[in-house]
């Protein structure tokens, strides 16, 4: 029978003469890990990590070439902001969307409140959730025609 705790309880396992004791959060690989495995704080902190850079990139845009600019923010921010998001909520994905629009906005210096898909589209950009898709297709079809090592496909 599975033990189940009060949130104010706190449990300890001996092991070699230490007590082990629950952590809120472990970060293992760049990774931050929850008790729920939820990534709400995972995506916390890149969203606060990825804006501050962002925010710096900003100041100094005009000192950047476009394709500088392009260059840095896609490899920067579109590739480390979706490292495990396949797991993410609505909620994670649309603070995630937000660092995508915010960065797509910096490159071509758009106004605030102008549409963003002309631009992701410029960009050639997908927007999150859609690339979230795609790299499950994609992975489905490696999958399916084993070009995959054999633990996914087990």
């Known amino acids: 029978m599975p033990l189940l705790l009060s949130r ?20 293992d690989l760049g990774v ?24 710096q990139i900003n100041r100094t ?10 260059t840095t923010i896609t490899t920067f921010v579109f590739a480390s902001s979706f490292t495990v998001l396949q797991f993410g909520r609505t909620r994670n994905i649309c603070k995630l969307q937000g660092v995508q629009s915010f960065a797509a906005r910096i490159v071509p210096a758009t106004r605030k409140f102008y549409h963003i898909t002309s631009v992701l589209k410029a960009l050639r950009c997908l927007p999150v959730k ?9 992975l489905s079809f490696k999958c399916i ?3 995959v090592l054999d633990y996914l496909t087990v």
């Open 32 to 55: 931050i890990f929850d008790p729920n495995l939820n990534f709400n704080k995972h995506i916390v902190t890149t969203v606060l990590l990825l804006c501050r850079s962002l925010l």
């Open 8 to 27: 104010g309880s706190t449990v300890s396992l001996p092991l070699l003469g230490k007590d082990l004791v629950p952590a809120e959060s472990v970060k």
């Open 130 to 138: 859609t690339q979230l898709y795609y790299r499950d297709v994609i």
């Open 61 to 70: 845009d005009p000192s950047l070439s476009r394709d500088l600019l392009e």
């Open 145 to 147: 025609t084993g070009r």
